[in-house]
């Protein structure tokens, strides 16, 4: 087995734990949680009510841990680019920097949000403060949503224009692609199931 085709092994693993880690912020004691929620605290309460403390802290340690093994399949695609586009290999690494460095902040404020509202009670005043501080730290996410369509877009154009050895309709296999088919399902860590989607093909096809 080659590097590349390690890191992607690798990545495709680090996805599948990240979902995992997603998972443990989301279904809270048996019921999903949405931000939607964040606006009705008895709603916000009652799906919490049952959720230990130590998942959010879970979620945020081994998410930290899940994303440095994602970065590497993300790299490893950055440099599998460069011989074919320059260019494109460039926007991809700058979509890598956008997605893994806000990317990880993001999930961290998602899990502190979380294991704070439980601590401090899930009163009012504690979904007020969490809600606050999500809010003010949504930069992170959208940077992070913006790293990861500048990836995606650029690997789709490159793979469905012919410009790499993959076939186009390899160009499918797309971790953009496959999230949004998973999104109406309203599966709980669509984005890093798709991701981990989208390293087995590569591996398949590489």
């Not at 997603?22 to 309460?45: H, T, V």
């Not at 369509?149 to 797309?174: D, E, I, K, R």
Request: aromatic share 14%.
């Amino acid at each position: 087995m080659t590097v590349t085709k390690m890191l992607f092994l690798i990545a495709m693993l680090g996805h599948l734990l990240l979902a995992w880690c997603d998972c443990l912020l989301i279904y809270a004691g048996g019921e999903k949680f949405g931000f939607s929620l964040m606006k009705d605290g008895a709603a916000m309460r009652k799906v919490f009510s049952r959720m230990p403390a130590r998942n959010p802290l879970m979620s945020m340690l081994f998410g930290c841990l899940a994303l440095c093994m994602c970065s590497g399949g993300y790299y490893a695609l950055y440099l599998w680019m460069r011989p074919f586009s320059q260019a494109a290999a460039l926007i991809m690494l700058l979509g890598c920097v956008l997605f893994f460095i806000p990317g990880t902040a993001h999930h961290v404020f998602c899990g502190a949000a979380e294991w704070f509202y439980i601590r401090m009670g899930m009163t009012e005043q504690a979904r007020e403060a969490v809600t606050d501080f999500f809010r003010k730290t949504s930069a992170a996410m959208i940077a992070c949503y913006v790293g990861m369509a500048a990836f995606g877009v650029t690997l789709f154009a490159m793979v469905v224009s012919g410009a790499t050895p993959l076939p186009a309709w390899a160009c499918a296999f797309n971790e953009l692609l496959i999230a949004a088919v998973l999104f109406p399902l309203r599966i709980g860590g669509a984005g890093n199931w798709a991701g981990a989607a989208m390293f087995l093909s590569l591996l398949l096809l590489t």
